[in-house]
């Protein structure tokens, strides 16, 4: 799933299936940014104005989340149903992904945290901390935030995978092993 530009030039979402050479356009999702899926990949949430929301992909319905959020660096969703994204230019907040009432799970201290990703345990998330210049990890269960590795310089996007934490630094793509039961870079 991606952004793109309608004939009219405004955004919304389009799907291209990986057995498909065709793009489809996702109606009701015009004025989109930020698509993240779920992880049973029914689901595509996105932000659109003030608003978190999210579209069934087979059925197209849309739905509400959150309303007066935006963000401004990734959003990532839980096998546990929360959603995790940056609300404020200090850290990050999370609501559940059937709508509720959107809180605080990191602060920071004038350090920015941007592109969170869940780990597989679903609670633990990864996240790009900007004053520090590291890849912390940070936890829906109200553990302390700490520091899985500092990096020379800004990290300008991150994503988990199975066993692998992958992020960019200076235009190079890096894999680096995480073991998902310790926690923490192997």
């Avoid at 104005?49 to 059925?59: A, C, F, Q, T, Y």
């Avoid at 592109?115 to 901390?129: L, N, R």
Wanted: charged share 15%.
């Amino acid at each position: 799933v991606y952004v793109g530009d309608k004939a009219d030039g405004t955004h919304q979402l389009w799907l291209r299936r990986l057995t498909s050479e065709v793009d489809q356009a996702i109606a009701g999702t015009e004025g989109a940014k930020t698509p993240f899926w779920s992880p049973d990949s029914q689901w595509i949430g996105f932000f659109t104005g003030n608003d978190l929301r999210k579209v069934h992909v087979s059925s197209g319905i849309t739905q509400i989340v959150a309303s007066n959020v935006a963000t401004i660096g990734g959003a990532t969703w839980s096998v546990n149903d929360a959603i995790v994204f940056p609300a404020t230019i200090a850290g990050l907040s999370r609501v559940s992904a059937q709508g509720g009432v959107v809180s605080a799970v990191t602060t920071g201290e004038r350090s920015g945290h941007f592109w969170p990703q869940f780990v597989g345990d679903g609670t633990h998330f990864i996240y790009a901390a900007t004053s520090s210049i590291s890849i912390d990890l940070g936890s829906l269960a109200g553990e302390a935030p700490r520091t899985l590795m500092k990096s020379p310089v800004r990290l300008s996007s991150l994503a988990y995978v199975p066993g692998y934490v992958l992020f960019v630094q200076n235009g190079a793509m890096f894999a680096r092993p995480f073991d998902d039961t310790r926690l923490e870079f192997s």
